[in-house]
């Protein structure tokens, strides 16, 4: 299917920067959206930005001018550059890729899906 294996969360204080990073692997088709979403203890997990795959890029209130998506098609990367950081921010932050996979070996290829694929989470905690 699709792996999604992120890196780059840790604790820093407020007003820095970090970059997230989701790499994906498996024999992905057909990619719907990439996306990052976090959750707070305590509360629901929320989507922070999105690519559509129509390039349409969306970004939670709370993040506009702050955080930036963006992603690599070479390497199956993508990335969320996250500055001026805030107490806020602090979260498990995950990467979706809603995509098809690859079954078999046929000709023509066959797919399955599209189906939402997460990382495995990675914290952010931001200090004041």
């Known amino acids: 299917q699709v792996q999604l294996v992120e890196s780059g969360g840790g604790l820093v204080p407020a007003g820095v920067s970090l970059r997230l990073s989701c790499a994906a692997s498996?024999?992905?088709?057909?990619?719907?959206?990439l996306g990052w979403y976090r959750q707070a203890p305590g509360k629901q997990r929320e989507l922070v930005a999105a690519?559509?795959?129509?390039?349409?890029?969306n970004y939670a209130d709370s993040v506009q001018g702050r955080f930036t998506i963006s992603k690599d098609d070479a390497t199956n990367t993508m990335y969320l550059q996250m500055d001026s950081l805030k107490p806020e921010d602090t979260a498990v932050y995950y990467c979706?890729?809603?995509?098809?996979?690859?079954?078999?070996?046929?000709?023509?290829?066959?797919?399955?899906?599209?189906?939402?694929?997460w990382g495995q989470g990675t914290q952010v905690t931001v200090s004041s």
């Open positions: 979706n890729v809603n995509a098809t996979y690859y079954i078999g070996y046929y000709f023509p290829p066959r797919q399955r899906g599209p189906y939402d694929f």
């Open positions: 498996g024999r992905i088709g057909r990619i719907e959206s």
């Open positions: 690519i559509t795959s129509g390039g349409t890029i």
